[in-house]
């Protein structure tokens, strides 16, 4: 079977094994624009923050990064003065290979919270990591970020402004501490077009809240959550105006998305990829909220591993969300099943066909709340044993 070839141009990504995962596999990853590119970031509104995330804040704000280093099997967070001057090392000893600024390098970690990080295997790896980078090894880099994912997830676009074609390609990684706060996960997107850094960041602003701030899989949110855009402009395709900004905004929407489905699609344990899509409320905000609290609600995530029709539990989840609603008022369909009308059950012939809905891998739950026009969805998956066995075992 032929294997996709990913890429952006200007950019070059490598992936290698450091020893920070005991299985031995690929856990540092770098990626290294040819030519300075400007950068956004948002970052995890978890007031824990790893040591990544505090570095990344402030480098970002120049709104230029050369390089990023990633690795998995540690996530440097609660590691005190030491895995901060941890952090500024991988920094240091890639630009020094890489013969840019320092403060032109970026961090990212994933892993086990509150594990010292073996700063001298990071340091020993880079001049490989630094000789395999490659047009072509977007895969290896996605391999290297892995933690319990089962799968890598990238995306790749093309769009064009004014005749010149130009690329977009992200990647992420993502499986459980996983709920709509920011980003919930580690995601870098580069692209060859060019655009100001200020609004670059507007640009991802928007992209993320209508990607990776709908999603859940477990309702935890990462101390290492981030998402990194960089834009080196080889292309010649420049963002600008009005109508560059709505055809470049409308790629990066999709590539979001796509990888934000990719997450939550391989949540762990997940057997099902379910929206949850709420309308006729009052506001999009109260919309929002009930979407979010069924997502998010264990009693219906158990219920649709179990395949059980169960909407009792939705429309209670609904009642909870802390929004107006008025259950009288309330249909729920399972994909075209009404499973619910004006808060009553259909009915015994209605639950068998809902239980059809529920065994195929992916479906869409429907509210409607007939009060307004506010709508909105959140991606959620079930809840399965696999989870539970998955995070038991996380640290062993």
């Not at 769009?159 to 920011?182: C, L, Q, W, Y």
């Not at 935890?220 to 834009?231: C, E, G, H, Q, W």
């Not at 998956?381 to 989870?387: L, P, Q």
């Amino acid at each position: 079977m032929k294997t996709e070839i990913y890429s952006c141009p200007g950019f070059t990504f490598s992936g290698c094994a450091s020893g920070l995962k005991k299985n031995g596999e690929n856990d540092l990853g770098l990626i290294y624009s040819e030519t300075e590119a400007s950068a956004a970031g948002v970052f995890t509104r978890n007031r824990v923050q790893a040591a990544s995330v505090k570095l990344d804040r402030e480098r970002i704000r120049s709104g230029k990064c050369q390089a990023i280093i990633a690795n998995s099997g540690n996530a440097n967070c609660c590691t005190g003065e030491q895995g901060e001057l941890d952090n500024l090392a991988m920094t240091r000893v890639v630009a020094s290979e890489m013969g840019i600024p320092e403060e032109m390098v970026l961090v990212a970690s994933t892993g086990v919270i509150g594990k010292p990080l073996p700063i001298q295997k990071v340091e020993r790896s880079v001049p490989e990591l630094v000789r395999l980078l490659s047009a072509n090894g977007m895969s290896a880099f996605a391999g290297a970020i892995m933690t319990t994912d089962t799968v890598p997830k990238i995306v790749i676009k093309k769009g064009e402004i004014h005749n010149t074609s130009f690329t977009i390609t992200g990647v992420a990684k993502g499986s459980g501490m996983i709920r709509p706060d920011m980003a919930t996960m580690l995601c870098f997107v580069c692209t060859d077009a060019a655009s100001d850094p200020k609004l670059l960041q507007e640009m991802l602003l928007k992209g993320v809240e209508k990607s990776f701030n709908r999603i859940t899989v477990d309702g935890d949110t990462s101390t290492n959550d981030m998402v990194l855009l960089l834009a080196n402009g080889v292309s010649g395709a420049v963002i600008q105006d009005h109508d560059q900004i709505a055809v470049f905004q409308n790629q990066l929407d999709q590539v979001l998305s796509d990888l934000a489905r990719m997450v939550v699609k391989d949540g762990e344990g997940a057997t099902k990829l379910v929206e949850v899509k709420v309308e006729g409320a009052k506001s999009d905000h109260d919309a929002r909220c009930i979407a979010e609290t069924i997502a998010q609600s264990n009693l219906v995530k158990t219920a649709l591993f179990g395949e059980d029709a169960n909407w009792g539990r939705i429309i209670a989840a609904a009642g909870r969300a802390g929004v107006d609603m008025i259950p009288e008022k309330m249909d729920i369909f399972f994909n075209d099943v009404c499973m619910v009308q004006n808060g009553i059950g259909c009915g015994p012939a209605a639950e068998i066909e809902a239980t059809k809905v529920l065994k195929k891998q992916e479906f869409v739950i429907q509210i409607r709340l007939n009060m307004g026009k506010g709508e909105s969805s959140v991606l959620t998956c079930d809840f399965s044993v696999d989870y539970v066995k998955i995070n038991a075992d996380y640290r062993s």
